[in-house]
C-alpha cells in the first residue's frame, strides 16, 4: 500500500494521487479518478449507515471462496477417501483427482443477493468470475460483477477474477452523491461504472507478465449492476449481459452486446438468426492490452416491483437469449416446486444446471438479485412432468465450493427455448 504524499501541513500541497497525480481527499481510500488504492491519513467524516461503502469484510469474503488470482485453493482433502490433496489436484492416498475450486463456486453475501458460477461441460478450466456485495437490508446497497475471459487469449481465467473483483471492490467501497440532486447523484453513479472498468482493465494487466504484449493478452468481457435503494445503474463491454426479470410484466434485457451478433440484430437480422450465425459470439469490446475501446455501455434503471435482477455469462443466455425466454425459464425452475423459498443463491444453481442439461457448452456464471419477497408471485405455468434435478436444497453452498457430480440423475430438461448454439468466445 502506498501513500499519497507527505502529510498536509499549513501552506503543504494537497495529496496526489501516485497512480494518476489526481488531487484527492487525505480521508480517501480509493482515487475517484483512477480507482488506485491509497493509504489514508486522515478518519473518514462521519456520515449515515445509508451513505456508507458496503463492508466487504463481513459481506463478501467471509461467504466467498478464496480462489487466488490463478484459481488456487487452501490444503484440501479428497472427497472419497479423506486423504490429502496435493498441489497438483491428486489425492496422496487414493490417486483420485479432486475437483478445482474454481471449477464451481458462489458467493452470496446476502440472502437476497448470490451467485454461482460453473466450468460446464465442454471446457477444461473456468474462465468466467463473479464478484458480489451486498448489504443485508433486501433493495437497498448491492454489486454483481460478471467477467467471461476469452478463450483464445492465455490466462483469461486469471484475468477474469482479477477484473470482477477490482471492480467489485471499487464499487462497494465507494460512495458518490453528485452534487445533491437527483440527476447529479445518477451521473455519478454511472461515471462510477465507467471507473470500474478502467480498474478491471488495470487488474487484468496486472495479471499479465508482459503487459505490453497485446498479441497475446489476457482479454475478459464486463457486465456489472450496482443497486442503490432500488436504482440500478448497469455497465457492459462485451456479450455478458443484465436483465430485469418482473414477477409480473415486461421482461427486459438491460445491456446491448458488443458482438458481430448484435451489430446483425442492428441491421435488421432476427435474433435467433443472428445469435447461430458463424462469428456471432464474435465480440467488439473487451477488458485487456489490446482492447480497441473502454467505453462501456451504462444505463439505469428503477425497479418497477417484485423481480428478478439477472447478470450472466453467455454460457446461460446461450440457451434461451431473449428476456421473455429467460423467464420463462427461471419460472418453470420454481414452479417445479412452489412450495420451496427460492433464495438467489438456490436459483443460481439451478439456472447453472439448467444450462448444464442443455449442453453446456461454455463456462456458466449466473448472479441474481432478488427484490420482492422469495416466494413466486408471478404468472401461473403448467410446472413440467418430470422430476426436479437433484440438487441438496440443505446444502451450504455460501461458504464452501460447490460440487457437480458426474454421476449424478440426469435431473429435468426444459425443452421450450433455442436449439443450442455453439459459443465462440
Known amino acids: ?77 479428497c472427497a472419497d477417501c479423506g486423504g490429502a490433496v496435493d498441489v497438483e489436484g491428486w489425492c496422496e492416498v487414493c490417486g483420485a483427482k479432486a475437483p478445482r475450486a474454481r471449477d464451481r463456486f458462489g458467493e452470496a453475501p446476502a440472502d437476497w443477493l448470490a451467485g454461482t458460477s460453473d466450468l460446464g461441460v465442454r471446457h477444461h478450466r473456468n474462465e468466467d468470475a463473479l464478484a458480489l456485495a451486498a448489504d443485508d437490508r433486501p433493495g437497498s446497497r448491492g454489486v454483481l460483477v460478471v467477467c467471461d475471459g476469452v478463450s483464445t487469449a492465455p490466462d483469461s481465467d486469471r484475468a477474469s477474477l482479477a477484473a470482477a473483483r477490482a471492480a467489485r471492490d471499487l464499487m462497494a467501497s465507494t460512495h458518490r452523491a453528485g ?85 446483425r440484430i442492428a441491421m435488421g437480422v432476427d435474433r435467433e438468426e443472428a445469435e447461430n450465425s458463424p462469428g456471432a459470439h464474435a465480440i467488439t469490446k473487451w477488458l485487456g492490452a489490446d482492447a480497441p475501446d473502454l467505453a462501456p455501455q451504462t444505463g439505469q434503471f428503477r425497479v418497477p416491483g417484485p423481480g428478478w435482477l439477472l447478470v450472466c455469462s453467455d454460457g446461460l443466455w446461450n440457451y434461451a437469449s431473449a428476456a421473455d425466454d429467460l423467464e420463462a425459464v427461471v419460472a418453470e425452475l420454481i414452479l417445479a416446486d412452489p412450495a420451496r423459498n427460492h433464495a438467489p443463491l438456490r436459483l443460481s444453481e439451478l439456472l447453472v444446471e439448467w444450462a448444464r442439461e442443455r449442453g453446456g457448452r461454455d463456462n456458466i456464471t449466473a448472479a441474481l438479485a432478488r427484490f420482492g419477497p422469495q416466494q413466486w408471485s408471478g404468472p401461473t405455468l403448467p410446472p413440467p412432468a418430470v422430476e426436479a434435478s437433484p440438487l441438496d436444497p440443505e446444502s451450504d453452498q455460501a461458504t464452501r465450493p460447490t460440487r457437480y457430480a458426474p454421476d449424478a440423475p440426469a435431473g429435468r430438461r426444459l425443452t421450450r427455448h433455442p436449439q443450442d448454439a455453439t459459443p465462440q468466445d
Open 1 to 77: 500500500m502506498t501513500k499519497p504524499a507527505a502529510d498536509a501541513g499549513v501552506g503543504a500541497a494537497p495529496p496526489t494521487c501516485p497512480g494518476c497525480g489526481a488531487e484527492v481527499s487525505p480521508h480517501e481510500s480509493f482515487c475517484e479518478s483512477c480507482g488506485h488504492e491509497l493509504d489514508p491519513t486522515e478518519r473518514a467524516p462521519e456520515r449515515g449507515l445509508a451513505d456508507a461503502p458496503i463492508n466487504l469484510s463481513r459481506s463478501v469474503r467471509a461467504h466467498s471462496v478464496d480462489l487466488g488470482f490463478a484459481g488456487g485453493e487452501h490444503a484440501r482433502t
Open 179 to 263: 452534487l445533491g440532486t437527483a440527476e447529479s447523484r445518477d451521473a455519478a453513479l454511472v461515471q462510477l461504472i465507467v471507473d470500474a472498468v478502467a480498474t478491471a482493465n488495470a487488474a487484468v494487466l496486472g495479471t499479465a507478465e508482459d503487459p505490453a504484449g497485446a498479441d497475446s493478452a489476457a482479454s475478459c468481457t464486463f457486465s456489472a449492476a450496482m443497486i442503490t435503494d432500488g436504482l440500478v445503474t448497469w455497465g457492459n463491454l462485451g456479450d455478458s449481459r443484465s436483465y430485469w426479470l418482473p414477477d409480473e410484466g415486461e421482461p427486459t434485457q438491460l445491456s446491448t452486446d458488443d458482438s458481430v451478433a448484435q451489430a
